[in-house]
């Protein structure tokens, strides 16, 4: 039998149970902390010859110089070529799709004139260099790659910097060949903390880069925390998530399948299934029971439905949707007739997948959009990775002689206010 | 005399002095950040107990519940009923001018239908409920509030919370009238870590919100670093900074006062004139020296010219441009003609001020773009507040029947290489 909580929204104690469901906060670990600050300072007074100390140490290997530590071109290319066929091609046409929508994201710029021949605007400009994090062992995904390169290649960034460790200097062929077919500049054989700061602050050999993106453990996110200003980051993810609202006409063995898809990635991914239709919610729990024993990862599926998971019975599908507000979560399945009537009434979701065909897995590998979502209900304030995050805005304002004249007495006026007189005078100094 | 220093870009040390003039971060004070882990702890577990505890204690007060804390919408429109004319009058024009700008701002959403019926796109929706925090003492914007509140309206936020200390009871006037104006929905007079923490994690009063915006210490600087990712931030702003590239022609008196004007912000705010005339810049030292005795905070714009100004003589424009990409200042004065022609150079500033009747303060009230702009080279990554910063998209994918099979086979061969049998299953699934 699996322990996956069952609950429904009539229950008296209905919303401290579902508080204590999704309550998730990522620990920030004193000790990981302390740790990551030490070699973010080491690795930014000695650069090269820490970033090798530490690789060395965590990775266990014994390099003694940096050009150990990057891969050339030809090494990415011999990984895309020497892929079986049917894995090349699917690749290939998930990084023609992910590429296809990603085009739709550009940001562009715009101006306009006042009257008085005052031109305000704002200028968009892609970001000069990134770096992309990619992790070793279990969790490095060339799928990864894809979502986040692409689109910094589509912002028109100037040079891609890929680190990913290699423990014991073992190499995912898969990851490099995605980071060919990405287009991928450079990349260095490191991970950790200490890939960060070379990143964040530049050594004799790694580039200072612009921003960071790409997940990684609680090393790497404590670090991307810490050189959070110096450089951008995207947002430090939590584990991955998924809710999915049913009217309960799916086979049950699709969406117990698609609660499985979040599942087996981590003992902490949360797979919570809403439906008005309290048999519908029986049905999949038998599919779970009975599915779950084929599926090589079960321990990992099992683990995380019974710590995360969830069958929540609710009055009816506008209670579903208003709960999938509640939740924010970073994959939403409308699996119901007509689903489209029903997004008006969405405004928190990361990425929302709409009718019974459209499962989870489909995005997270070749629909288009990207798969690097918010977690953690941070679709309250965030959104997927695009195009938009490899670019940036400059404001631009043109005051003509006239409109020095209207706008000066306003900010001269303003400025006298807050006790600034240094832009009062300025403002001042251009009237007539 | 002020030791403002002077260098050019042909000394042969010029690239080790522009490191060091430009060299800042943001120090993450340990024994700051232990103080506000404890508070942000307690005010998540305690609410309004520890919110009321710690305003007394900081902010000398002896209030023994939250209602007293609160600010009703009659108080602020007190205020701004009671401002002088002109004021009223110049914090009216200012607002309209920022909400006219800020209305071209606001993303719209997509979506297109591929051949097989499959529809992909992006969703906009704007955040439900933002908190802005506003200084107490002497870093008291009005114009501030404006800056903040009006995007968020702009965007359509459902809910602005502004929260500001109030220490020994004295509050801002010409901020409650900003509020007012701005359309703030509630106030708080609180402030430090207690008031971020009220914010992200809600209390028995305040109600939780999505994003918290708006500049503080180093104890709200640290909270805000906190608590990102339970909520979304803005970025944590350093001193501000200028960067004014001069032909020569402009009146030197024009910009020894621009350069006062970031430089009484703080006294490690950065003040920095680049021109190819080194006749120029001895003319701009002259008024500097001459000007200086004139300012009532002139003993703040002399310590930040002396911490942190620069005169520095280039070869000619060009290479001005390339040092205004190197610096990615906050705001940069293109103070020469034809400044137009100089914008395809600029690839990296906060705001870019064209022309010389475009005096920064222009800007910092009234010209309508945001004065929220990227500091301490942030601007190679990051873009001014705006109406963007309020909003957040969702990717929408709905697959046909017959998208589930073209895209299922691809995102089935996928998962397998990366070992994740459910995702392949959950779309062999719709396979027919």
Redesign the interface.
Known sequence: MIAIKRFSSADADFKARLDALLAF??A?DDTVDRTVAGILADVKTRGDAAVIDYTNRFDRLSVSSMGELELPASALQAALDGLPT??R???E??AARVRS?HQ??PLQG?Q?EEADG???G??V?P??RVGLYVPGGKAA???SVLMNAIPAHVAGVGELIMVVPTPGGEKNA?VLAAAALAGVDRVFTIGGAQAVGALAYGTQTVPQV??IVGPGNAYVAAAK??V?????ID??A?PSEILVVCDGQT?P??VA??L??Q???DELAQSILVSPDAAFLDRVAEAIERLLPT???QAV?RAALENRGALIAVRDLDEACALANRIAPEHLELSIAD??NW?PK??????????R??????????????HV??T?G???????L?VYDFQ??????????A??QT?????A???E???????????E??LD
């Not at 065909?357 to 990207?370: K, R, V």
């Not at 940036?392 to 002689?401: A, Q």
Request: with cysteine; glycine share 10%.
């Open positions: 906060e990522g920030q049917a894995q091609a699917a690749l046409a998930a929508y739709r994201q715009w306009y005052t031109l305000l704002q200028k400009t970001l000069d995904y060339p799928s898969l612009d921003k925390r810490r959070f200003g110096v450089v951008g947002m430090v939590g086979n063995d699709w399948m698609d499985f898809s599942a087996e990635h599926m090589p990862r599926i689903a489209e997004l969405i405004r928190h979701a990361g990425a929302i997948f709409i009718g065909y459209t499962s989870e897995s489909l995005g997270d590998y070749c629909a288009g959009p990207n979502l918010p953690s941070s679709a309250r304030f965030s959104s997927p695009g940036k805005r400059s404001s631009l304002i043109r005051v003509s002689h409109g020095a706008l000066g007495r306003i900010a006026t303003l400025a206010g807050e006790g600034l007189t240094a832009h009062a005078r300025s403002a100094y251009r």
